[in-house]
């Protein structure tokens, strides 16, 4: 399975982006999804995750209130969208398949990782 994040880009603080992770050789539908992000020089730290029917989710209280993730099984296709962004939200931002239907917090329970797509949010 290869995933293609997208929609990334400069935005100036208190806007939105919504980012895009599409599937190729594989699907998404039976699996849970999430994002997470890099900011430079940090580690990487989990953003939001979503089960394979898209009933649960759970944020970083981070971006808790601002963020969305959501998932449409027929397009094998998820979505992060981002409001009210900050500075602190600058970031290269990475989509995740989970080996199984429901969503994990944790790096290791995932098993494909897209390549990554820079979010960078101006003051």
């Known amino acids: 399975v290869q995933l293609q994040a997208s929609g990334g880009g400069l935005v100036q603080a208190g806007g939105s982006l919504m980012l895009s992770c599409a599937a190729s050789?594989?699907?998404?539908?039976?699996?849970?999804m999430g994002w997470f992000r890099q900011a430079p020089g940090k580690e990487r730290e989990f953003v939001a995750a979503?089960?394979?029917?898209?009933?649960?989710?759970y944020y970083a209280d981070s971006v808790k209130g601002r963020f969305t993730i959501s998932r449409d099984n027929t397009k094998n296709t998820v979505y992060l969208q981002m409001n009210s962004l900050k500075p602190e939200d600058t970031a290269v931002y990475y989509c995740?398949?989970?080996?199984?239907?429901?969503?994990?917090?944790?790096?290791?329970?995932?098993?494909?990782w897209g390549q990554g797509t820079l979010v960078t949010v101006s003051s």
């Open positions: 995740a398949r989970d080996s199984d239907r429901w969503l994990s917090l944790q790096e290791e329970d995932y098993k494909y």
């Open positions: 050789g594989g699907t998404l539908t039976n699996y849970g």
């Open positions: 979503i089960s394979w029917g898209g009933g649960s989710t």
